[in-house]
């Protein structure tokens, strides 16, 4: 029985991998094939508009200050030395 079970996970791992092996190799056969065609296009002389999303701009930073914080009202207490006298 556990032997079915070990076979049945790495069946299931395997055919987890060819998928997405296979769904890999689509997008890199479009993305090609994108490619290509954005090259037939400059070779031709034009040139591709950007899109809204490409030419969006990042939001500012965040720019904060440091506050000081409260804590004791002396400060905090000094190190007290490993043998004291």
């Known amino acids: 029985m556990l ?3 070990i076979t049945a996970l ?4 395997g ?3 060819a998928a997405t092996v296979a769904h890999c190799i689509l997008e890199a056969r479009a993305a090609y094939l994108r490619l290509m ?3 037939e ?3 031709a002389g034009f040139a ?3 899109t809204a999303v490409e030419m969006a701009l990042r939001p500012a930073p965040r720019r904060t200050v440091a506050t000081r914080r409260t804590g004791l ?3 905090l207490p000094l190190p007290r030395a490993a043998c004291a006298a």
């Open 73 to 75: 009202p002396g400060g």
């Open 48 to 50: 591709l508009q950007a």
């Open 37 to 39: 065609r954005e090259g």
């Open 10 to 13: 790495i069946i299931l791992t």
């Open 3 to 5: 032997s079915l079970a």
């Open 15 to 17: 055919l987890i991998a």
């Open 41 to 43: 296009v400059m070779r």
